[in-house]
């Protein structure tokens, strides 16, 4: 089955500096890549997503690529904010129509 | 996009005993799922539940443990049953939307004494 890994655990970065988050996944078959935003005491929430007929995707400050070929997909954040603080996970939706997540990255933003 | 309601949004329980939770959703949809979210963690899927059958369980989630119900295609719940301290997570109910998007709910943060 479908297996993701998500790196780093954690990252810590100044205000108005750039995060990157990296997730590999292992079956070749899934085609659909969300990343959720969980902030404490909230459920996740779906900030950008990428599909494989696509290599990048921006909206505003974020973005997605995604490396079909190596089986990677990175979420990147610019100039980021206090506001940007919190739990990042990606997924994949693997031939069975489920989602699997990775392990979650917790991002702090240092004002 | 979908807008789910989850409750009870907390609660803490006794062991022995069982705790439903509700999910409603305010249009119609095909696809809802729960998952459990131990602290620290990530998302783990429990099962997918199917509007007129049994829910179909993942790998260690079994129905006498979390029996699921999905009456109609708005409302979905999940039983914790015969809760020990090993139970106590977030359960999060999710749904697929147009585009195999999911969304969740706010989770019920359950806690086991």
């Known amino acids: 089955g479908e297996n993701v890994e998500q790196h780093p655990s954690t990252l810590s970065v100044q205000e108005g500096d750039s995060a990157v988050i990296k997730c590999t996944y292992s079956?070749?078959?899934?085609?659909?890549f969300p990343w959720y935003k969980q902030e404490l005491g909230k459920g996740p929430q779906l900030i950008i997503d990428?599909?494989?007929?696509?290599g990048e995707k921006k909206d505003q400050r974020i973005a997605v690529t995604l490396n079909k070929t190596a089986k990677h997909f990175s979420l990147h954040i610019t100039e980021t904010q206090p506001e940007d603080s919190a739990v990042y996970f990606c997924a994949a939706r693997d031939s069975s129509y489920k989602l699997i997540f990775g392990s979650g990255t917790r991002l702090l933003v240092r004002p | 996009s979908a807008v789910i309601s989850q409750k009870p949004s907390r609660d803490i329980c006794q062991r022995g005993t069982s705790l439903t939770i509700q999910c409603q959703v305010d249009s119609q949809v095909t696809m809802m799922f729960w998952y459990r979210q131990q602290p620290g963690q990530s998302l783990t899927l429990i099962a997918t539940?199917?509007?007129?059958?049994?829910?179909?369980?993942e790998s260690g989630f079994v129905i006498d443990k979390f029996p699921i119900s999905r009456p109609n295609l708005t409302f979905s719940t999940l039983t914790v049953s015969n809760m020990s301290p090993e139970d106590s997570s977030i359960y999060l109910c999710s749904v697929e939307w147009e585009g195999n998007i999911q969304y969740f709910g706010a989770g019920t943060r359950l806690s086991v004494l």
């Open positions: 079956d070749s078959a899934s085609n659909y």
């Open positions: 990428i599909r494989s007929n696509v």
């Open positions: 539940a199917n509007q007129g059958s049994e829910a179909t369980y």
